[in-house]
């Protein structure tokens, strides 16, 4: 059974930073399987933050481009998201997506609080 566990969530200025990561677990080797952060505000639909392929390509969401950096770690089965630049506005819970030959997995979220 293939679970996400993301940590590293919390409380930040604006301006400060800090770094989520996603571990996958449960047999599973995720090297060339897409991984994603996407994340949820009070009140919106849960959006696409970045994604990273198996070979490594990225993709951001506009908003974030240039202050967020997707990247994976395939033998410790791990994703991060290093978050920089941080705003008020990119409060949110965080999930992490696991597109595993086909199948969706997420992850229960972490929540990160940016304070103005």
């Known amino acids: 059974q293939v679970q996400l566990v993301e940590s590293g969530g919390g409380l930040v200025q604006a301006g400060g930073s800090l770094r989520l990561s996603c571990a996958a677990s449960?047999?599973?080797?995720?090297?060339?399987?897409?991984m994603g952060w996407y994340r949820q505000a009070p009140g919106k639909q849960r959006e696409l933050v970045a994604q990273i392929t198996g070979g490594g390509r990225t993709n951001y969401a506009d908003v974030v481009k240039g202050r967020f950096t997707i990247s994976r770690d395939n033998p410790k089965n791990t994703v991060y998201l290093q978050m920089n630049s941080l705003k008020p506005e990119d409060t949110a819970v965080y999930y992490c997506?696991?597109?595993?030959?086909?199948?969706?997995?997420w992850g229960k979220g972490t929540l990160v609080t940016v304070s103005s």
């Open positions: 997506h696991l597109d595993y030959y086909g199948t969706g997995y």
């Open positions: 449960g047999s599973i080797f995720i090297s060339i399987n897409p």
